[in-house]
């Protein structure tokens, strides 16, 4: 087992040197040191197991030292130390994560046996930590399902970055699953115990996305009664995912460019700046590359985040991973809603696998579950799934011999060329990537008209 590291921070030289001394002699290896700075600073740069810290410091306290630690390492041991000795003071260090308390003039003894106790603690904490981080690893990325060549090559580009603490940008359509990749690297990174913070940037107001990025002093704008803090800010240390940044406003930009470049925010209002240790994921289901040359996005501020790009691929890209994906929703489903379920027939699994999926895994996981609620037994058939899910496969074509022979004959030739244009839009909207502007171009119709035609055959577009 490694020596175990105990820092002392006293300014005492006599005491400094008699705790030093004691704990030596017990085989640990020991720094000391006289001020609070010194030691915040110490504990930044080195790993200690345990702190001895005295409560009355020159220009920083032993209090506030505290508080500092257990911010950055709140598993840390810390073992007061004071020569005025108060019930007070006392209960106020174990509030603020103390693990014990001592009073001068000192029982050596007494303070042997605690220091070996809070280090058997952090021993136990750090298995039992391993034993966590081995669990989720083996539960490889988070739930999720894919096995497809497509979907491999994305696991390994996740991995590269689980130790490089670079900044990620996730690209993909909507429904994808870009935020699951997100919260992989930032759980099996060495940020996994610091937060994760997540800014939908297209769900904010432009207006108010600044404040939320960045906080606000109390008093900055009408309605601001009280101070508040920015995702930089209450992500720090963690993983702030900017989602959808493609949607930003070049004004807004141009400020995130700077946080990321001096590593500091300023909140609305505030006159002073805040350092922040933050690493970033971005993602977009645009393009960004197209939005720089539209000057619709700033190039400077896409080469900062394109530092390790990470693509996801649609699902009708992956289509082997579609009955991995339909067991693991059914399995989850199943026990959500209280109904006995085995699966899909080969038949309505023939209309998934077929199916274009324009809104991805998140559309396939609802038309899962809408499948298994109105489901009258255990395996769910092809009239189980919705209309516009039947209706793209090759199985869904119309026989003119086997139409009902009691449908009139103009309604008979509206149902198949309803047939034809659907398929001849899903077949554009795929060429072009679900971009509208430019499947309406290649169709040689206006884009007012194809979300029309889109909003009648169900072809949601959840890809802008």
């Given at each position: 087992m490694a020596q175990e590291r105990i820092l002392v921070v006293e300014d005492d030289p006599s005491m400094s040197f008699f705790l030093s001394e004691a704990m030596q002699k017990e085989g640990y290896r020991v720094d000391a040191i006289a001020s609070g700075e010194e030691a915040l600073e110490k504990?930044?740069?080195?790993?200690?197991?345990?702190?001895?810290?005295?409560?009355?410091?020159?220009?920083?306290?032993?209090?506030?030292?505290?508080?500092?630690?257990?911010?950055?390492?709140?598993?840390?041991?810390?073992?007061?130390?004071?020569?005025?000795?108060?019930?007070?003071?006392?209960?106020?260090?174990?509030?603020?994560g103390a693990y014990d308390y001592f009073t001068k003039p000192l029982d050596i003894n007494e303070m042997r046996v605690v220091v070996k106790r809070a280090l058997e603690r952090e021993h136990l904490q750090n298995e039992l930590r391993q034993l966590r981080e081995t669990v989720e690893k083996r539960r490889g990325f988070f739930n999720i399902v894919g096995n497809s060549k497509e979907m491999r090559e994305v696991f390994d580009m996740a991995e590269t970055v689980f130790d490089n603490d670079i900044t990620v940008l996730i690209t993909g359509e909507s429904g994808a699953g870009k935020e699951l990749i997100a919260e992989a690297i930032h759980y099996n990174s060495p940020r996994r115990a610091k937060p994760f913070v997540k800014l939908n940037c297209v769900a904010i107001p432009e207006t108010l996305l600044e404040s939320e990025l960045f906080g606000y002093e109390k008093g900055a704008f009408t309605g601001a009664t009280r101070q508040k803090l920015g995702k930089f800010e209450l992500a720090n240390q963690g993983t702030l995912l900017l989602d959808e940044i493609g949607d930003m406003s070049l004004a807004t930009q141009a400020k995130l460019l700077r946080v990321l470049q001096e590593r500091e925010v300023e909140r609305v209002g505030g006159v002073k700046p805040i350092k922040v240790d933050v690493r970033i994921i971005a993602s977009s289901n645009q393009d960004l590359a197209q939005l720089v040359m539209e000057k619709r996005f700033r190039e400077d501020l896409y080469f900062r985040l394109n530092v390790l790009p990470i693509h996801i691929p649609p699902l009708r890209e992956r289509v082997e991973d579609i009955p991995l994906l339909v067991d693991h929703f059914v399995s989850l489903s199943k026990t959500r809603?209280?109904?006995?379920?085995?699966?899909?027939?080969?038949?309505?699994?023939?209309?998934?696998?077929?199916?274009?999926?324009?809104?991805?895994?998140?559309?396939?996981e609802n038309i899962v579950q809408r499948a298994i609620i109105l489901a009258k037994e255990p395996v769910i058939q092809e009239w189980d799934l919705p209309p516009e899910i039947r209706g793209q496969t090759k199985k869904s074509h119309f026989d003119v011999e086997k139409l009902e022979t009691d449908i009139p004959l103009n309604e008979k030739v509206e149902m198949i060329i309803a047939e034809v244009e659907k398929k001849l839009i899903i077949q554009a909207l795929d060429k072009v990537g679900w971009k509208r502007e430019e499947a309406a171009s290649l169709l040689g119709t206006s884009l007012k008209t194809l979300y029309n035609k889109m909003k009648k055959y169900g072809l949601f577009d959840q890809s802008s």
């Open positions: 504990i930044g740069q080195d790993r200690f197991n345990l702190v001895i810290l005295d409560l009355k410091l020159p220009s920083m306290d032993g209090m506030e030292v505290l508080a500092n630690i257990k911010v950055t390492n709140p598993e840390m041991a810390v073992i007061m130390v004071t020569a005025h000795g108060s019930k007070d003071i006392a209960i106020e260090a174990i509030r603020k809603f209280h109904k006995d379920i085995e699966g899909f027939s080969e038949d309505a699994m023939d209309f998934l696998i077929t199916y274009s999926w324009p809104g991805n895994v998140r559309e396939l």
